[in-house]
């Protein structure tokens, strides 16, 4: 089930809402777990029962770590947990490997990838090590265990909710008008982003796959749009998870803050998906030994933190292609080029930064890698293409005014509008009567889009 969809909106959210709040306190994790996992059946039913079964592993595996304190327990709970994540994501990347190098001819089998198990698995090993760690308490409650693992808020997308975060919620929150109103605020603003900006970008992008009469400008317009429509995709959909989660009282952590306005990509990394940033900090890079340890393993740290960040978005050589050449860049940052970088004027910083991103974005976005470079090439003219044709001009006057709000929706400019609006006593007064009205319109108008349109995924749910 999409958030997205008439079906969320108008169906399943007020529904959950109304019996939630009506329903006693100590019962209302019951009727979370219930609707969290009546959402994720919704889009796959038969792969509820894998979710199960990863729970009642993490379940008995860290009760058992808890109280024998072994270290084989721990290594064979996360083996079965990262186990069932290869199986079911990497089994024919695995084979497809297999038949290139040794010209075999072994079948696909073709397994479905289980909606969100990248998300959910990693928060369960997140539990898993932290109890080893002695980080958090084990959980003995099976049933606030599965609604942490299960909850529908940020169950297929994230962003990666870690047990300590939220342990003492499970037990005890806070549910006010006021909590209450702000994830309203932000699950409207979330899903303005996605249908809105994001949507729309997605169809450019579309268009231009479509596209045979290519320009050199349509390839630069595509980048920087697909680049774009990541970012409100994925920033959207943790906006409304973020807003959800407020509205039954929890609070999870940021998981984007500007990442365009970025001097550097070192700085980039620690403002783009930062749940699961910080998850390969703490669980990968640091107990590897950082930058601790020499310079060699500095470079080996981060290019295997990167190699399986790319493989975590997805079993393919693009996407192993696209973590290297963060990688690369992260560590050639670290060794030598950050202290020539900050001596540029800030805008030069910030123009390299998105030049970066925007070329890894096209390895992220490709089929296959030579699509990659084909597409990289295309930017700089040596497709044997002109610099501008028709096509280009009718795209870009089609698109303009999306690109335009979503290049200033990407930076902190509208939020510091309205906080500088509202140091004054009257304006806000103002802003505060008319920010509802806003809000209904945004309602009205993205009910009207999914009405009407058929365009409607979330780049993240592949992962």
Same mark, same amino acid.
């Given at each position: ?238 906006? +409304? ?5 407020? +509205? ?62 790319? /493989? ?138 999914? /009405? ?12």
């Amino acid at each position: 089930m999409l958030f997205t969809s008439i079906s969320f909106l108008y169906y399943f959210l007020p529904t959950i809402i109304i019996l939630y709040f009506i329903t006693p306190k100590k019962y209302r994790n019951y009727i979370l777990l219930i609707f969290s996992i009546i959402f994720y059946m919704y889009g796959e039913p038969k792969y509820v029962i894998l979710m199960l079964v990863e729970i009642l592993v993490a379940y008995f595996g860290a009760l058992l770590i808890d109280k024998y304190k072994s270290k084989e327990i721990f290594l064979i709970t996360i083996i079965i947990h990262i186990g069932l994540l290869c199986v079911f994501k990497y089994t024919d990347l695995f084979i497809g490997t297999i038949n290139s190098i040794f010209k075999t001819n072994i079948s696909f089998l073709n397994i479905a990838l289980p909606i969100g198990i990248s998300f959910y698995t990693f928060q369960i090993l997140s539990y898993v090590i932290d109890v080893y760690r002695g980080k958090v308490k084990v959980q003995k409650n099976i049933l606030k265990l599965a609604t942490y693992v299960s909850l529908f808020p940020q169950l297929i997308a994230g962003p990666i909710v870690r047990y300590e975060t939220i342990c003492d919620e499970l037990d005890n929150r806070d549910e006010t008008i006021e909590k209450f109103s702000l994830g309203v605020r932000r699950f409207i603003i979330g899903l303005a982003k996605k249908v809105l900006i994001a949507n729309m970008l997605g169809e450019l992008c579309t268009k231009f796959s479509l596209v045979d009469e290519r320009s050199v400008l349509f390839y630069w317009i595509f980048a920087i749009s697909y680049m774009l429509q990541v970012y409100f995709d994925f920033s959207a959909y943790s906006d +409304m998870a973020i807003g959800l989660g407020k +509205m039954f009282g929890f609070t999870f952590l940021e998981n984007f803050n500007y990442p365009f306005i970025s001097k550097s990509i070192t700085e980039f990394w620690r403002r783009w998906h930062i749940s699961l940033s910080s998850w390969f900090k703490d669980y990968v890079y640091i107990p590897l030994g950082g930058s601790r340890k020499g310079t060699l393993k500095l470079v080996r740290n981060v290019l295997i933190v990167w190699f399986l960040t790319g /493989i975590w978005h997805g079993a393919a050589y693009n996407f192993i292609l696209w973590g290297l050449f963060i990688g690369v860049f992260l560590v050639i940052e670290k060794l030598w080029l950050s202290k020539y970088i900050s001596k540029l004027p800030k805008f030069l910083r910030n123009i390299y930064v998105l030049f970066i991103i925007m070329i890894s974005f096209i390895m992220f976005n490709a089929g296959s890698i030579n699509e990659a470079f084909f597409n990289i090439k295309g930017l700089f003219g040596l497709n044997k293409e002109v610099f501008i044709n028709n096509y280009t001009i009718y795209y870009l006057k089609s698109y303009l005014i999306v690109l335009i709000i979503a290049i200033f929706g990407a930076t902190p400019l509208f939020k510091n509008i309205i906080e500088k609006l509202k140091k004054s006593k009257c304006l806000n007064k103002i802003i505060s009567i008319l920010e509802p009205i806003f809000l209904v319109i945004l309602l009205l108008l993205v009910t009207a889009y999914l /009405i009407d349109s058929s365009y409607n995924p979330f780049l993240y749910f592949r992962f």
